[in-house]
């Protein structure tokens, strides 16, 4: 299944995932996020360490509401790791999930997701 991930240069990426990824893993496999190396630029997006995480890795993504509209609420461990995957509060969208949390779907199909530089304008509207 192939969805479309926004980086934060505003770069718009066809990205595959396979049966089982979560969004973290497709996201690193597809090269749009890089785990343990710092951002370089706005497009940069760094994976973090989590301990809670299969395979050590997350990153802050925001989903467009048709998809956040599909899944679950965020649990509250969840939620947490979010606090700690964002810069500030104010990166934090309604949509804002941990790609590690979100396992991609037949249904996710033409999906649309954000990673990086949430915060400007061409994000905000998902």
Known sequence: M???CVDGAGVRRQVRALPGDSLAEALARAGVV???????GAAAVTARP??????????HVVLS???????????????????RLVRGPEDLRTTSRAGASVKVAAAD???LCAV???????FVHL
Do not use: I, Y
């Not at 890089?34 to 370089?40: L, N």
């Not at 301990?51 to 990153?59: I, N, P, R, S």
């Open 50 to 59: 989590s301990e809670t995480v299969a395979g050590g890795l997350d990153v």
């Open 2 to 4: 192939t969805f479309t």
């Open 109 to 111: 199909e033409g999906g």
């Open 116 to 122: 990086g530089a949430v915060s400007a304008p061409e």
């Open 34 to 40: 890089e785990p343990g190396r710092p951002g370089r």
């Open 65 to 83: 509401d048709a998809w956040a509209s599909r899944l679950p609420a965020a649990t509250e461990e969840e939620r947490a790791l979010l606090r």
